[in-house]
C-alpha cells in the first residue's frame, strides 16, 4: 500500500534536494531519462515523486 507521506510535489523533492523549487520539474521536461521509472507520476499539472524516488536521484548527485 502506498503511504502518502511517501509522496512529495516536485516542489517539495527539489526542496529535499536542496535545489532551487523548480529543480525537479526542470529534470523531469529536459531529461526526463534521469528520474526513476515509477518513481514518478504527472497527475494533471503536478509532479509527484515518491521518497524512494527522492532518494535515488540524491544518490546520482554525488556521482
Avoid: C, F, V, W
Avoid at 511517501?6 to 529534470?27: C, V
Wanted: charged share 40%; aromatic share 4%; glycine share 6%.
Amino acid at each position: 500500500m502506498l503511504k502518502l507521506d511517501d509522496l512529495y510535489t516536485a516542489k517539495e523533492a527539489s526542496q529535499k534536494l536542496g535545489k532551487e523549487d523548480s529543480y525537479i520539474r526542470t529534470l523531469h521536461n529536459k531529461t526526463p531519462e534521469k528520474l526513476p521509472k515509477g518513481e514518478y507520476r504527472k497527475i494533471g499539472r503536478e509532479l509527484i515523486i515518491t521518497k524512494a524516488g527522492i532518494e535515488i536521484i540524491r544518490r546520482n548527485l554525488k556521482k
